[in-house]
Nanobody
Framework: QVRLVESGGGLAQAGDSLRLSCAAS????????LGWFRQAPGKEREFVAT????????NYGDSVKGRFTISRDKAKRTVYLQMNSLIIEDTAVYFC?????????????????WGQGTQVTVSS
């Protein structure tokens, strides 16, 4: 069983920055790929970013490229999402996701476990 707990969401103005955190427990942290997704009201869940178990390779959704950065800290068992230059369209509930395939291929990421989500609201 994997437990994911997100934090760091809140209110921001356009142009501001926020950093989300997701603490993972239940499986060896360094063996698995992790990711962030988001869902805005009335819309489908959207891919934001994923990070390889080695902490180096990353993938980003087109809407966040150049503004968001995903990273992970092995010692803290935490994955982060640094969000810069926020825009109103970034308003959504952000979810952390865990792929249970050990040493998986990042391009084939699948969210097997999900956190409860953290709300990010960006105003003008």
């Amino acid at each position: 069983q994997v437990r994911l707990v997100e934090s760091g969401g809140g209110l921001a103005q356009a142009g501001d920055s926020l950093r989300l955190s997701c603490a993972a427990s239940g499986r060896p942290f360094s063996m698995y790929n992790l990711g962030w997704f988001r869902q805005a009201p009335g819309k489908e869940r959207e891919f934001v970013a994923t990070i390889h178990y080695n902490g180096v390779a990353t993938n980003y959704g087109d809407s966040v490229k150049g503004r968001f950065t995903i990273s992970r800290d092995k010692a803290k068992r935490t994955v982060y999402l640094q969000m810069n230059s926020l825009i109103i369209e970034d308003t959504a509930v952000y979810f952390c996701a865990f792929d249970t395939v050990p040493y998986g291929i990042l391009a084939r990421f699948r969210g097997d476990y999900w956190g409860q989500g953290t709300q990010v609201t960006v105003s003008s």
